[in-house]
Nanobody, 124 residues
């Protein structure tokens, strides 16, 4: 069992930056980690994922070039650096984990563990 706790959300103006963190309750070196988001009235959507080692990442087209995901296995923490934020990035952001070696999985149903979410609001 892995518990995930997100932090770092908040209110920012368009063009600004935020850094989200997700801390795991135990060693998660063997877990693929991902970020998803869900806006009001919309389905949860994939944002980014990272391999065990942190050497490989994959991003949704909508955030490619603006967001960067990283992990620190020694600290059991993953990060999402969000730059050039847009109003359409407004959503609750969730951290997720799955015990697999496939870091390209983008379906929420295949992730085993979830955090409680952190709100990101981008004003225009």
């Amino acid at each position: 069992q892995v518990q995930l706790v997100e932090s770092g959300g908040g209110l920012v103006q368009a063009g600004g930056s935020l850094r989200l963190s997700c801390a795991a309750s135990r060693t998660f070196s063997w877990y693929v980690m991902a970020w998803f988001r869900q806006a009001p009235g919309k389905e949860r959507e994939f944002v980014a994922a990272i391999s065990w080692s942190g050497g490989r990442t994959v991003y949704a087209d909508s955030v490619q070039g603006r967001f960067t995901m990283s992990r620190d296995n020694a600290a059991n923490t993953v990060y999402l650096q969000m730059n050039s934020l847009k109003p359409e990035d407004t959503a609750v952001y969730y951290c997720a984990a799955r015990s697999s070696n496939s870091y390209t999985e983008q379906r929420p149903s295949l992730y085993n563990y979830w955090g409680q979410g952190t709100q990101v609001t981008v004003s225009s």
